[in-house]
């Protein structure tokens, strides 16, 4: 099979022939987009020397045959090697690296732009690399053009309202004792002033709890088509309702998909909602979930300065923007838990009413939302995303709502 991106990448051949001409080559990042990285390198005839990850579980382990090291020890043992950042944190690696001047860092869309993925060895389903060489294509190209304001994705959360119960939801649903949907005007509003705001937004996430359960989701999914700045609409949902009538109808377009968690048993739909997407030629991923991170219990920690940077800085959604009830947030925790109350007020720092901004407010708000130089305040009150954070047994379920610390409202700005 192969990739061709639509995004235009100039100086390949250059940048091809720097790393064939380098002492050092090092592939900072493992996992899909490490194993695509190696995969380029191998058919262009190129050899590296190891890879180098954040996750201190897997230095001194080998990945696809070749050591993985740390950070540290990569600016200490090649100190004029270049570096291939092989992940979506591109911008906080490369700062990592900053200590040694002599090392030359590239990112990998020259070697993702037009690859052959015959024979890949990587963890995830062809399909899956597809859309991760999508995203990761438009998010450096959206980094060099500063000019414009191009969002790799927006998550538009409808509903706070599942059909499960999990006791240990990412986002934060477990705790919700009285779960509401997003209103629809305030909804569709605030939707308007961002997406007139942004010159393109790479992926609309729909999400929930479970998106399938709001009822008003075709008019959502109406509007979000309409937009040419809009490329791509994905509808996360955990394979328990099957959508048809005008739910089914508001979800055959070109630029939607859905991507399917399949938890076994208590995705007790999954094979039908495949069928019925099959049959509408709705394209879909679904992958079954044996583990999550454990990232969702919230409480006060006591971090420095350089902490709190690396827990935003290795945080897989650090740019990943969430709508929720007419606000903007920069990450899916600030927004929970500012929507909980489960911060003290003088902690929020995300929280920006679309609404009450002018045009040019919201413009350099967005902006801001997309520095990888700092942290947030919520971050001291959350235990990361990264993959070093432990793993626990997905989808585990919980009779009642899980009891969750509140503090007062704070007043409207």
């Known amino acids: 099979m192969i990739y061709k991106s639509e995004i235009k990448v100039s100086d390949v051949e250059e940048r091809i022939q720097t790393l064939r001409n380098s002492k050092n080559i090092i592939v900072f990042g493992t996992g899909n987009y490490g194993a695509l990285a190696h995969h380029a390198l191998k058919e262009l ?17 080998d990945f696809i045959g070749h050591k993985v090291i740390s950070p540290d020890e990569l600016i200490n043992e090649y100190p004029e090697a270049v570096v291939l950042i092989a992940s979506l944190r591109f911008k906080y690696m490369a700062q990592q690296l900053e200590s040694a001047p002599k090392i030359r860092v590239l990112n990998c869309d020259f070697l993702f732009g ?7 060895i990587a963890l995830t389903s062809l399909s899956r690399l597809l859309w991760m060489l999508d995203l990761y294509m438009f998010a450096v190209a959206a980094e060099k053009d500063t000019a414009s304001i191009k969002v790799k994705s927006l998550d538009i959360v409808v509903t706070e309202k599942c059909t499960l119960k999990c006791q240990d939801c990412s986002n934060l649903m477990q705790y919700y004792e009285k779960p509401v949907d997003n209103e629809l005007d305030l909804m569709l509003a605030s939707l308007q002033k961002f997406m007139s705001n942004v010159d393109e937004l790479h992926e609309a996430r729909v999400i929930g709890g479970e998106p399938f359960m709001y009822k008003k989701l075709p008019l959502l ?3 979000l088509s309409s937009y040419e700045n809009c490329k791509n609409i994905t509808i996360f949902t955990n394979g328990t309702i099957v959508p048809k009538g005008e739910m089914l109808e508001s979800i055959k377009n070109d630029k939607v998909s859905l991507i399917i968690s399949d938890y076994g048993a208590l995705s007790k739909n999954t094979s039908k909602l495949k069928a019925v997407l099959d049959e509408n030629g709705i394209p879909y991923i679904a992958y079954e979930v044996d583990f999550w991170q454990d990232c969702a219990k919230v409480y006060y920690r006591e971090r420095t300065h350089e902490e709190l940077k690396k827990v935003f800085g290795d945080c897989c959604v650090n740019d990943s923007l969430t709508l929720l009830h007419g ?4 990450c899916p925790f600030s927004a929970h838990v500012t929507n909980l109350k489960a911060i003290p007020p003088e902690a929020y720092d995300d929280d920006v009413d679309v609404s009450a901004l002018s045009d040019e407010e919201l413009k350099t708000k967005i902006r801001a939302m997309y520095s990888a130089e700092r942290y947030l305040n919520a971050c001291s009150y959350c235990a990361g995303r990264d993959y070093s954070v432990g793993r626990i047994e997905a989808a585990l379920q919980t ?7 509140t503090y007062p409202i704070k007043e409207q700005r």
């Not at 606000?327 to 920069?330: E, G, I, T, V």
């Not at 009779?399 to 610390?405: G, Q, R, S």
Request: with cysteine.
């Open 221 to 223: 999914m109406n509007q």
């Open 45 to 61: 005839g190129i050899n590296i020397d190891c890879f180098c990850d954040n996750n201190e579980e897997n230095w001194g382990t």
């Open 399 to 405: 009779k009642a709502p899980l009891p969750l610390k």
């Open 327 to 330: 606000k903007l947030y920069a």
């Open 114 to 120: 037009h690859l052959d993925l015959s024979g890949i």
